[in-house]
T-cell receptor
Framework: GAVVSQHPSWVICKSGTSVKIECRSL??????MFWYRQFPKQSLMLMAT?????????EQGVEKDKFLINHASLTLSTLTVTSAHPEDSSFYIC???????????FGPGTRLTVL | ELKVEQNPLFLSMQEGKNYTIYCNYS?????LYWYRQDPGKSLESLFV?????AVKQEGRLMASLDTKARLSTLHITAAVHDLSATYFC???????????FGAGTILRVKS
């Protein structure tokens, strides 16, 4: 079946540094990918929609200058958390929309801890 | 604004028992998804329900969709410990687009 990968699976960084997370669709092309954030024991909250070749669409309350999204190819989207702070610590999950199967596949997630 | 409500939020049940998780949503949508999440893991797709009256079954889990009532159910039959996880329903805001998730139901099956 379709597989979506994320890298890294976990990262620890110091406050003030930037962290890049990659999301790849491994066996299908995804013009649309999504980035979610999940705090402990909570549901997934959509952060932004990443569209290949165009600017990402951010949900209300999500700072686009802090969470930079790039979708440079049909199989890769990146999320960069700039000037990370401890409150950015969370589980970040990407997903990719497979239009041929009408379904969304989720990556394994990236656990970010900001010290 | 689309809202998705799940209940119960926490469910503790004995092995062998049956139970149902409910998912209500506030606006029209024809696409509803059920996912399973194990601790520290991402989401595993369980069911995609695409039309009114849709019913899908996989093992001890069965999902149904009533678009008129804006209600989906996830029924657990003869629960086993391996079913312990968090279950989310999610509804499409737009075709092929954003998903709005319910709060999740934490299921604990006791031996």
């Amino acid at each position: 079946g379709a597989v979506v990968s994320q890298h890294p699976s976990w990262v620890i960084c110091k406050s003030g540094t930037s962290v890049k997370i990659e999301c790849r669709s491994l066996d299908f092309q995804a013009t649309t990918m999504f980035w979610y954030r999940q705090f402990p024991k909570q549901s997934l909250m959509l952060m932004a929609t990443s569209n290949e070749g165009s600017k990402a669409t951010y949900e209300q309350g999500v700072e686009k200058d802090k969470f930079l999204i790039n979708h440079a190819s049909l199989t890769l989207s990146t999320l960069t958390v700039t000037s990370a702070h401890p409150e950015d610590s969370s589980f970040y999950i990407c997903s990719a929309w497979d239009s041929t199967l009408d379904t969304q596949y989720f990556g394994p997630g990236t656990r970010l801890t900001v010290l | 604004e689309l809202k998705v409500e799940q209940n119960p939020l926490f469910l503790s049940m004995q092995e062998g028992k049956n139970y149902t998780i409910y998912c209500n949503y506030s606006t029209t949508s024809d696409r509803l998804y059920w996912y399973r999440q194990d601790p520290g893991k991402s989401l595993e797709s369980l069911f995609v329900l695409l039309s009114n009256g849709a019913v899908k079954q996989e093992g001890r889990l069965m999902a149904s969709l009533d678009t008129k009532a804006r209600l989906s159910t996830l029924h657990i039959t003869a629960a086993v410990h391996d079913l312990s996880a968090t279950y989310f329903c999610a509804v499409d805001m737009e075709y092929g687009n954003k998903l709005v998730f319910g709060a999740g139901t934490i299921l604990r099956v006791k031996s």
